[in-house]
């Protein structure tokens, strides 16, 4: 799999980010992790950045910092753009090409 550099420094600094909230909290690497459910292993792969870890994953450790549940702020159908610019073309809904004959 090709490597993309601009969603790993993405990655990258959402870890630091969630590291500089724990730091910040006075708090060790094991009561996050413990409060989110998860290993501290998987902890410090989310605090570096490192892709692989689930997404459920990383939502606990937002929860156990108590900054709420900004993935669900991810994709939201009213904020999509791109929707909306596909909408007004009117491209078809439905993603299959027709069948030649």
Known sequence: MRK??????????MGQGLKTARLRR?????VIAE???ISVITLRKIE?????VAVG????????????T????AAVPQKDELAFQLDAQR???RGRSRKKP
């Open 4 to 13: 993309n550099i601009v969603l790993e420094k993405s990655l990258r600094e």
């Open 26 to 30: 006075r708090l060790p690497l094991a």
């Open 91 to 93: 491209l078809p809904k």
């Open 35 to 37: 409060r989110a459910g």
């Open 48 to 52: 570096k950045g490192m892709g692989g």
């Open 70 to 73: 900004p993935l669900s702020d």
């Open 57 to 68: 994953n990383v939502a606990a450790v937002f929860w156990a910092l108590g900054l709420g």
